[in-house]
């Protein structure tokens, strides 16, 4: 089955930096690769996904870039702000034309955003 | 808003006793799932459904079993709670289809067993 790793488990940066958190995939399968926000005492939410037909996707302040080749992907959040502070999950999925049933998650990386 | 909610936030139980943790989610969603979070080791799938009456084994299924008789509704059930078990679960659903498979999570369930 699918196995993803991610690093670092805990990043802290100052308030206005950028921060970048990396995972890899085994399953060359896999074609879909989301990030959850996961704040403290809550739940995690989709913040953003991508899909293997690209590279590269943006959303104001974050960003996710994928390597099929290399197997890995990355959650780049530029001018970090005190509300960035979060535990990120990275997963991935297999997205079939019926629809996948099931993420692999990482271990998750604790953002604390410094002021 | 999708809107999934759990039927507890905090649960204790005593080592032995049955555990039910239930799941409803109001967007007509054909999958749901649970998961069960532990400092460090993420979100461990435990099992799945991805319609009424069937389930699937997630990675973790030992000392669990499911229940999905309608299908807005996903039961988790431990037969004979043990300490191990202790964790918050979170319930999850997403829909087939339409590009996407974003999962909406539930508030979770903060369980311990003593």
């Known amino acids: 089955g699918e196995n993803v790793e991610q690093h670092p488990s805990t990043l802290s940066v100052q308030e206005g930096d950028s921060a970048v958190i990396k995972c890899t995939y085994s399953?060359?399968?896999?074609?879909?690769f989301p990030w959850y926000k996961q704040e403290l005492g809550k739940r995690p939410q989709l913040i953003i996904d991508i899909r293997s037909n690209v590279g590269e996707k943006k959303d104001q302040r974050i960003a996710v870039t994928l390597n099929k080749t290399a197997k890995h992907f990355s959650l780049h959040i530029t001018e970090t702000q005190p509300e960035d502070s979060a535990v990120y999950f990275c997963a991935a999925s297999i997205i079939s034309g019926a629809g996948s049933y099931q993420l692999t998650f990482g271990k998750g990386t604790k953002l604390s955003v410094i002021p | 808003d999708v809107k999934v909610t759990q039927s507890s936030r905090y649960l204790v139980k005593r080592t032995g006793e049955k555990v039910f943790l239930e799941c409803v989610q109001d967007m007509d969603h054909e999958n749901m799932f649970w998961y069960r979070q532990d400092p460090g080791l993420g979100l461990r799938l435990i099992y799945f459904?991805?319609?009424?009456?069937?389930?699937e084994k997630g990675d973790i299924p030992e000392g669990y079993s499911v229940s999905r008789e309608k299908k807005e509704r996903f039961s988790l059930i431990l037969e004979s709670a043990s300490t191990n078990q202790t964790s918050m679960y979170l319930c999850?659903?997403?829909?087939?289809?339409?590009?996407?498979?974003?999962?909406?999570f539930g508030p979770g369930t903060r369980l311990t067993v003593l």
């Open positions: 399953d060359s399968a896999s074609n879909y």
């Open positions: 459904s991805y319609d009424v009456k069937m389930k």
């Open positions: 999850a659903s997403s829909q087939t289809g339409g590009g996407t498979d974003t999962q909406y």
